[in-house]
Every structure is written in C-alpha cells, then in structure tokens.
C-alpha cells in the first residue's frame, strides 16, 4: 500500500478548491459578524465527559476516543462543534442576556454521515443563547438561509419540522414514551409498516397519529392537513403554529414541511431545519432549537442555531475562476524589489518565476507582465508586444 494514500472518506484539499473554502470561510464569519455574533475558537480535543454530555447516543458513535497521556482520562476528538459551544456559553461567558455566538474549525467522524460525505468536516456555524421566543429561530433560519445564498448556491429548499409534534405524542401516551427510541428510529426511517407493527402497544390515538405522520410532508398546507388528522392536544398546535410562523418569515423561499423529519432527536428540542440543494442528497445546512443543552454545564439556556460543513458548500458551486496575477521576473535589483513589493501592497498578486522555469504553467492566471521600459518597471498586458521586450 502507497504511504500517499488516506483513509477511506478522507482527502487532501488541494489549492482551488483550498482557495474557494478559504473565501467562502471569510465570507461568512464577515456576515455573521453583521448580525452581531461573535467569533469563538474550541479546542480540537476535550475530556470526553464533557464532550459528550448532553448530546444523545449519536454523537457517540461518531467521537474518536483516546487517552491523554498526562491526565489518563478519556479524550475525544469534536465530531460536532456545538457543544463545545454550548459550554462556553454556560461556563466561561456567563453572560445574562442573549448571546450570538459563531465558530469555525475542522470535526472528525468515525463513518461519514451521508453519501459522498467527508469524515473530516469544515464545520462553521452560528449560535443564539438566552431567547425562548420563536424570534431566536427565525433569526438563526434567515441566518442559514442567507448563508447559503451568499455562498452562491443557485437553487436550494429549507425543510421544516417540530420535534414538539412527536414528544407531545409520546407524553400523552405512557406505552408510547417507553418505546420512544424505536419510535424515533422507524420515523426517521419513514417506515410505516414497522410503526403499524406496534400499534397493538399503543392507545389506538397515538398509533394512527404515529403512522400518519410520515405522510405529512409537502409544501406549508401540510400544517392545515396535519390539524386535520393528528390528535388536538394544545403541544402540537402550539409546534404547528411555530412552523406556519417561521414558514411565513422565509417569504417567497421555497420551503418545505416534513413532521417525521426526527434528525437529532436525542438532542434538539423544538423546531428543526434542513436546506437541501438539486442533486445532492445530503442536508448541506442543519439547524434547529436544542434548549437547556447548558445544564449538564452548569446552566441551562435556551439555544437555537445551525452549521454547515465548507468543504461540502464549496462542492456545490461552479469550479472557481483562476485569479488574475503578475508576472514578474526573478531580481534583487532595488528597483524591481520595490516595485513588486508596491504592487503587492496594493493587493496585486506578483508571481515572480525562478530562473529556468519561464516558460511552465502557473497556478494562477498571468495575465500582465511586469518589464522594464525606459528605465523604469511598468506592467503590461501579456498579449502585449512590450511583454517581450
């Protein structure tokens, strides 16, 4: 086996695609700032305990583990970047009010979660602490929303969905609240024949509630449909009243119901969404409420937010245009020094070629040429016959 190759679901970002990450990158944590979140930082390892606490089974599964040589605890390495937030949130800032805060870095996973899927993630994303009412979640939906947009994607649709829905089922039901983990699973699944299987556990309420659900999913009139066919206990109007209202926030974006929708179920609390892009099958945006995560920290909080992977983003756009650059030849005569470092500052990129090697390709595009006329350096164009001279 070559020492050059990787782990399966694991590569090398490699100078164009490194380039469109890096500007992506920027340009997003510019337009969070915007909305006034600010910039945190975690460490790429953390004691496990911690790491883990309050995330569900999922986030488990997907941990690298090892043990710190100089404690002989556990350690993990983040597969998910929100709950180191969380802690600072709840631990460090111990702040009164509401807190915007967003983050980027890289997260490790033992199995890639989708199709095509990276183990090692770029993650970004951006967090609200401190405000249960319904404005927290749509600020954190337009939020993602415009993310995407700014990123370039052409076309993309936002999912919603209300763990409140499914829990208000369970609660009401106590066979049902004991079988919630195999219910969840065959919700999100989609797999009607199997929630058939327990009705005979179930109030005959809750099991025609439950099987019906997969079937609620299509554009906002599925929340009429929904009143319609699932039992009236106030919980669940109250979670299809949110969905009408971050619906109707999202204006004229095309957007999308889907109640069995259950992801993270171990972890979020209320309202969740997913923008999806043609042809790829993969969620690229996940976000949604996960209220009182902080606890296990020390202080419980409501919370709201999402995140995305860069490297993911950037795949769904057109592959990027060579950046335009100077040609400029190899010297250590003060004028050409100064006039290369002049153009540099001026935010020009000056490629100066090594000697022998005038005529390979670059990795940019050089498109002018920086030449001496008259005594002095000037650029010109390269189809330019001065060029040459």
């Known amino acids: 086996m070559g020492k050059w190759l990787l782990p399966e679901s694991l590569a090398d970002i490699l100078p164009a695609e ?3 990450i890096e500007e992506l990158r920027r340009l997003l944590l510019d337009l969070y700032r915007t909305y006034g979140y600010e910039l945190v930082l975690p460490p790429l390892v953390e004691y496990l305990d911690s790491l883990l606490s309050g995330s569900g089974g999922d986030l488990d599964l997907h941990t690298f583990k090892l043990v710190d040589q100089l404690s002989g605890r556990s350690l993990g390495i983040r597969a998910d970047m929100t709950p180191q937030v969380t802690r600072i949130d709840a631990h460090l800032l111990n702040r009164a009010g509401t807190t915007r805060l967003c983050y980027y870095g890289s997260v490790l996973h033992t199995l890639p979660r989708g199709l095509w899927a990276t183990r090692e993630p770029l993650q970004i994303g951006a967090e609200i602490y401190g405000h249960a009412g319904p404005e927290a979640d749509i600020e954190a939906l337009q939020l993602a929303v415009e993310s995407v947009r700014r990123a370039g994607v052409p ?5 919603l969905s209300h763990l409140g829905v499914v829990q ?8 049902a609240a004991g079988l919630s983990d195999v219910i969840f699973g065959l919700l999100r699944d989609k797999d009607v024949p199997g929630l058939a299987a327990l009705a005979d556990q179930l109030r ?5 509630a439950l099987q019906v659900l997969p079937t609620l999913y299509g554009d906002l009139d599925v929340l009429q449909r929904a009143r319609d066919v699932l039992p009236a206990l106030p919980r669940i109007a109250q979670a299809l009243d949110a969905l009408a209202t971050l619906g109707r926030a999202l204006g004229d974006q095309p957007v999308g119901v889907d109640l069995a929708d259950v992801h993270g179920f171990q972890y979020h609390t209320g309202i969740v969404f997913a923008v999806y892009c043609p042809g790829w099958p993969n969620a690229i ?18 919370a709201t937010g999402f995140s995305l992977d860069l490297r993911e983003l950037a795949g769904l756009l057109p592959a990027p245009i060579a950046s335009p ?3 400029a030849p190899w010297g250590l005569e003060p004028a050409l020094v100064q006039a290369v470092r002049t153009l540099r500052d001026a935010g020009h990129i000056v490629v100066q070629v090594l000697p022998g090697h005038e005529h390979e390709q670059q990795e940019f ?12 350096w000037q650029v010109v164009p390269l189809s330019s016959p001065q060029a040459a001279s």
Request: hydrophobic residues 35%.
């Open 18 to 20: 490194a380039r469109r």
């Open 155 to 159: 076309s993309f649709r936002v999912d």
């Open 168 to 175: 208000a089922l369970l609660d009401a039901d106590p066979a």
């Open 204 to 208: 005959p309420d809750t099991a025609k």
């Open 285 to 302: 945006v996940r976000g949604g409420r996960y209220d009182d995560v902080g606890e296990v920290y020390g202080r419980a909080r409501p």
């Open 325 to 327: 650059a100077i040609s």
């Open 365 to 376: 595009l050089c498109d002018r040429a920086l030449v001496l006329r008259d005594g002095n």
